[in-house]
C-alpha cells in the first residue's frame, strides 16, 4: 500500500524558513510527477511547485525565488525549501503524486495528510 507522509511543519515567523519532506513508501514501480499544494482556510488548493521524473521543476509566480522543490529518488522523498516566508502563506501544505504499484497496474493519484504552516506576523 502507498503511502505519502508529509513532516517539517511548523510556526515560523514572516521571514523565516521551513523545510518540507514528503516520504514515499509502498510498493512502488514508477513515480510520475511529484508536486506540494496547499489550501489556506475557505480558500481553495493550489499548486505551489511541481518537480517532473526528469527533475524539471515548476513554481507558482508567487513563491518562484523564495521556495525550492527537490527530491531524493534514493530515500523516495520530496523536499520544500520555503524561505521568506509571509504571512499569507499560512496553510496545510499537501504533496501528491502519481504511482504505478507493478508493471500491470496504471498510475493512481495519492495525497499525503498534509502538514500545517502558520507564519506569524
Known amino acids: 500500500q502507498v503511502q505519502l507522509v508529509e513532516s517539517g511543519g511548523g510556526l515560523v515567523q514572516a521571514g523565516g524558513s521551513l523545510r518540507l519532506s514528503c516520504a514515499v513508501s509502498g510498493s512502488i514501480f514508477s513515480i510520475n510527477d511529484m508536486g506540494w499544494y496547499r489550501q489556506a482556510p475557505g480558500k481553495q488548493r493550489e499548486l505551489v511547485a511541481a518537480?517532473?521524473?526528469?527533475?524539471?521543476?515548476n513554481y507558482v509566480d508567487s513563491v518562484k525565488g523564495r521556495f525550492t522543490i527537490s527530491g531524493d529518488n534514493a530515500k523516495k522523498t520530496m523536499y520544500l525549501q520555503m524561505n521568506s516566508l509571509k504571512p499569507e502563506e499560512t496553510a496545510v501544505y499537501y504533496c501528491?503524486?502519481?504511482?504505478?504499484?507493478?508493471?500491470?497496474?496504471?498510475?493512481?493519484?495519492?495525497w499525503g495528510q498534509g502538514t500545517q504552516v502558520t507564519v506569524s506576523s
Open positions: 501528491n503524486t502519481s504511482i504505478k504499484a507493478t508493471p500491470l497496474r496504471g498510475f493512481y493519484d495519492y
Open positions: 518537480i517532473s521524473s526528469g527533475a524539471a521543476t
